[in-house]
């Protein structure tokens, strides 16, 4: 007896074997798509029984199986599954799967890789080498659908949290640009044995902070930039900066002392007071206190 379904498959329900392996199939390729779609939702699907075996319709497939199995285009078939028939009903249930030759992968002691592709250029591989601790990511777009890797976590609480550790080196590489946010605050930091040696610090709303472990501090505020260190070059500085406080002091008490021996030239004596003569003098000697001990510049 046989019975025909809505995609044109008849289901043999015939006198079967206890079991065997049969195919993966697509009744109908120009329904391809819902079909496949309507297989992942209700974990049911085609299968060809194999060799003395026609069609199977709707036969139970458990998740950890479909999740592994290959749909074939028109003309080809699918994945291999191990089928049995169930006691009850008589009917076929696929119970595991076969990797389909051409499919396989070398692999080895202690590994296990799990791969998914399209059937063209796109494809996602996941691979774990326990003799060598690896761990290996790998997805392949094309030129109409990049590669996209998300990692999304969430709590109602707000307190998700994500760690990250490597004893040894960590190394993020972009070919093009690499993007980091936040909505709070960002903080990078070298440690040593535990104790903060150097850390730049940027909070939303106060600003940017950077510290080392050679004493210099760099703080960025609203119109404000602090540099404190024990020398501070503009360029290659090879000459000091001037004070600018000291410098129009000084230039003042210059300016009066000429003003004064100006004064008294115009006298009809015309001779300038031994004072404004020492005064210049011990402006002289001033002058080097207009140099920068701090800064320097070219």
Same mark, same amino acid.
């Given at each position: ?24 199939? =697509? ?14 939702? #209700? ?15 709707? =036969? ?6 479909? +999740? ?11 994945? $291999? ?24 992968? +070398? ?16 494809? =996602?591989?996941?691979? %774990? ?43 993020? #590489? ?8 936040? +909505? ?18 940027? =909070? ?55 003003? #004064? %021996? ?5 006298? $009809? ?5 031994? $004072? ?23």
């Amino acid at each position: 007896m046989q019975q025909k379904d809505i995609l044109g498959i008849h289901n043999n329900n015939l006198d079967i074997g206890s079991g065997g392996v049969g195919y993966v199939v =697509v009744p109908d390729e120009n329904e391809r798509e819902e079909y496949i779609n309507d297989c992942y939702s #209700t974990h049911r699907l085609t299968m060809q029984g194999g060799r003395g075996y026609g069609f199977f319709n709707n =036969v139970l497939c458990p998740e950890q199986v479909i +999740s592994n199995i290959h749909f074939p285009h028109e003309g080809d078939l699918g994945t $291999p599954v191990i089928w049995i028939k169930d006691g009850v009903s008589g009917l076929p249930v696929i119970v595991a799967y076969l990797t389909k030759e051409g499919d396989g992968f +070398s692999m080895g002691k202690n590994q296990y890789r799990l791969v998914r592709g399209n059937g063209s250029s796109k494809t =996602v591989e996941f691979f %774990m080498n326990g003799e060598e601790s690896l761990l290996q990511i790998s997805l392949l777009g094309d030129k109409d659908s990049p590669s996209n890797l998300q990692i999304k976590i969430n709590s109602e609480n707000e307190d998700s949290l994500v760690d990250i550790y490597c004893d040894n080196q960590l190394n993020i #590489t972009s070919d093009k640009e690499i993007n980091i946010s936040t +909505s709070g605050s960002l903080n990078l930091s070298v440690t040593e044995e535990g104790v903060t040696k150097g850390s730049i610090k940027y =909070v939303l709303g106060e600003g940017l902070t950077y510290i080392d472990e050679f004493d210099n501090k760099i703080t960025a505020l609203n119109n404000e930039i602090k540099l404190e260190s024990k020398s501070i070059n503009l360029g290659s500085g090879k000459q000091p900066l001037v004070l600018g406080n000291s410098l129009n002091e000084l230039l003042g008490e210059l300016i009066d002392t000429i003003s #004064t %021996m100006v004064l008294a030239v115009s006298l $009809p004596t015309a001779v300038p007071s031994p $004072p404004s003569v020492l005064k210049l003098t011990t402006i002289k000697g001033k002058l080097s206190s207009l140099l920068s001990k701090l800064s320097n510049t070219d």
